[in-house]
Antibody
Framework: EVQLVESGGDLVQPGGSLRLSCAAS????????MMWVRQAPGKGLEWVAS????????SYVASVKGRFTISRDNPNNLLYLQMNSLRAEDTGVYYC??????????????????WGKGTTVTVSS | SSELTQDPAVSVALGQTVRITCQGD??????ASWYQQKPEQAPVLVIY???NRPSGIPDRFSGSTSGNTASLTITGAQAEDEADYYC????????????FGGGTKLTVL
């Protein structure tokens, strides 16, 4: 069964740090772009960061650039999100998701086909 | 960066057809994907590409695009379809960025 399981969420004070992990199973992690998506309490989904299959290319939403770092350990099927200088507005559920992108004869498609259940980050004093 | 706009809430009578829309400049370049999220659950992909359903998604779900507007149509809505629905696409800024719509709360009456 294809599965993603996040861990590492916790209550942390503003300015603190946290590292989230995402364990992949049922598929070969190294063949997919992967990403983190978050959801603030009662709010919508927000893409946070993406990382290429070999880790050589990374992208971030503007609000976390310079504070968060996405990384991966392909041999151990793990995805990470290192979060530094945390702010109250970083509070929410953090999901890891698998990139599902490709092409047919006629068009390209881009989506996220596998999601973990999420891990909760609370930034508060 | 791009933005995607969705109506906050839509309702439909049981068994009727409902359309949920998503507007944004990035949809002139990229097809939208659609996700269903029920309370306290992770999102589930329901439509991707021009109009493709992942395995296990009922065929009452369909997608379409016209200009800068993508639509998710549920034909014969069921009680279990009550959920939040989000569209997303790649950001057309040229980087490997993504953008989500604000979500639409679907109520099945």
């Amino acid at each position: 069964e294809v599965q993603l399981v996040e861990s590492g969420g916790d209550l942390v004070q503003p300015g603190g740090s946290l590292r989230l992990s995402c364990a992949a199973s049922g598929f070969t992690l190294s063949t997919y772009w992967m990403m983190w998506v978050r959801q603030a309490p009662g709010k919508g989904l927000e893409w946070v960061a993406s990382i290429k299959q070999d880790g050589s290319d990374k992208s971030y939403v503007a609000s976390v650039k310079g504070r968060f770092t996405i990384s991966r350990d392909n041999p151990n099927n793990l995805l990470y999100l290192q979060m530094n200088s945390l702010r109250a507005e970083d509070t929410g559920v953090y999901y890891c998701a698998r990139d599902f992108s490709g092409q047919t004869l006629y068009y390209f498609y881009y989506s996220m086909d596998v999601w973990g259940k999420g891990t909760t980050v609370t930034v508060s004093s | 960066s791009s933005e995607l706009t969705q109506d906050p809430a839509v309702s439909v009578a049981l068994g009727q057809t409902v359309r949920i829309t998503c507007q944004g400049d990035s949809l002139k370049t990229y097809y939208a994907s659609w996700y269903q999220q029920k309370p306290e659950q992770a999102p589930v992909l329901v439509i991707y590409g021009k109009n493709n359903r992942p395995s296990g998604i009922p065929d009452r779900f369909s997608g379409s695009t016209s200009g800068n507007t993508a639509s998710l149509t549920i034909t014969g809505a069921q009680a279990e379809d009550e959920a939040d629905y989000y569209c997303n696409s790649r950001d057309n800024s040229g980087n490997y960025h993504w953008v989500f719509g604000g979500g639409t709360k679907l109520t099945v009456l």
